[in-house]
């Protein structure tokens, strides 16, 4: 069964309009959520990154 997309993750409701990974310019094919703002990315591999390191912060946090 395929992924349901979510409605808001839409370029129109991104709060940047550059990745902040590569300062190029966001992709449709690249937001995501964070703290319940959209946020966009140049690629899928900048989206992902940015996952990976919200993640490892988090669990940094809740250990201390």
């Known amino acids: 069964m ?3 997309k ?3 993750l839409a370029l129109d409701n991104c709060v940047n309009q550059t990745c902040p990974w590569s300062g190029k310019p966001v992709d ?3 937001l995501t959520l964070y703290q319940g703002r959209v946020v966009g990315f ?3 591999g900048c989206r992902d ?3 990976a390191a919200v993640a ?3 669990e940094a946090i ?3």
């Open 49 to 51: 990154k940015f996952k």
């Open 42 to 44: 140049c690629n899928p």
């Open 2 to 4: 395929a992924k349901k």
């Open 62 to 64: 809740l250990k201390n």
């Open 56 to 58: 490892m912060f988090d």
């Open 6 to 8: 979510d409605a808001s």
């Open 28 to 30: 449709g094919s690249s």
